[in-house]
């Protein structure tokens, strides 16, 4: 054993939680959560406190069953636990129970379907002795993906969708037939029982690669079949991941694939490590291999995950949403290339005084796909700035982007130099030498004359454009003196020294 002092909540003082030492830290995190919310926890103290009342409820009406014995060697095996409503005394409450299928594995890497199937009826049992009242419970598997690697097979090939399809059968065929003993049993319960279920099922495997599960899926078939009426309408289900999965070690909840091979510490996982054993490979092998482009580890994909779902789900009462595949990426637009000879014109223009040139690159078709801007006095820095701009421009037109896009986008830019336009007749004034591009453009290649005319204001506009001296809506606010003339006004006035 090893004690810990963990914090289930950052705003709450830490707990010290003892448990085997073998278990992760973020089973002491679990169990601080299942446990009541005070004091110091202990694995043996806290799971005594809602196993022996349910063992005492089970020896007083009649159930033969060792409910106490069998509870405590799934705990410690960590084959199985029931969710926080059970251990915090509140089962009225939805109770449900996992089941950890990979430590369903013995020394020799077999599966033990039978004790699978009394697992399942002893979770059935527990939550109806706990709860006697509650007619939708729900006992779960968990970790489909790690028993898989520890077994070596594909999380996406149909032995592994077999291997599932039997699990499920086992579990629901069992957990009904423990329903209809809890009918039998449990005080009261009769007067409203659940008519026996599985004429419904759909057709189980036949056959499958891991010795005894399909004769095992029979076996609960015909006996769930033969069972009397059931006390739950409700007896399976894959349900969210929660503490009782952090408890037992569950690296994958319900039957998701494990989409990593990584463990949330940075190192392999615990399957990933399974499944490199049964490869027969090292981990400086698998490191070989994904440095030389390989992979060690099969892929899983979310059509793998839901056509696993679609082979659980006729099995059990309640599931999750089926995964939804990812849509497809939308194509990559590919560049189209301008003609070698190609049409277009030069357009000299002043704005405010400042000359530049307008080059535009056509496709046979006319439409515009390149443009060039040539300044004539700004500085080298501006200069560049300018003709990488209009690359930016051309190989967005190039691409597909509308010049729309562009003219909405930058007509009204402000900024200096900026003014009247002369050489242009379709261009009387510009905020901007991108606005004047841009209103150059929208006449010639888009026949656009509904952009508004340019305000043109000086470069400096802090406080001094007609907006600026607008008054501000809904109020008729008096006007008043503007930031920059108000700063025109200011005056330094040098200070005289203070003797110390």
Known sequence: MRRIEVGVDP???????TLPAAWEDAAAAALATLAPPYGPVTLAG????????????????????PLGERLHRLLLLRRGAPTEEVWQGRAADAPGFVLNLPAFLDGSGAFDAADFAEAAETAVLTLSVAAPGIRQIFVGMADLAGLLAASGIDYGSEDARDIARTLAAILRGRADVASALACAAVGGAREHPIERCGANWPMLPARCVVPGLAEAAHAAHSAALASGPRLHATTTAIAPPGPAEALLGVETGGIAPSFSPLAAGGGLSRSAR????????AAEEALAMVLAGGAPFPTATIEAHAAMHDAVAAFLHAMPARPASLPAAPPVPRRRDLPARRAGYTQKAAVGGHKLYLRTGEYNTGELGEIFIGLQKEGAAFRGLMDNFALAVSLGLQHGVPLDSFVEAFTFTRFGPAGAVEG???????????????RHLAVNYLGRRDIAPAEVEEADTVGNGPRDHAPLLPLDLPAEASPRARRRGFRVVPGSARAG
């Open 424 to 438: 242009d007749p379709a261009v009387d004034g510009a905020t901007s030498l991108l606005d004047y591009v841009f």
């Open 11 to 17: 705003d709450e003082p830490v707990r010290a939680v």
């Open 274 to 281: 399974a499944w490199l054993a049964v490869s027969g490979l």
């Open 46 to 65: 806290a799971a005594e406190a809602w196993i022996g009342p349910v063992a005492a409820r089970a020896q007083q009406i009649g159930l033969t069953v």
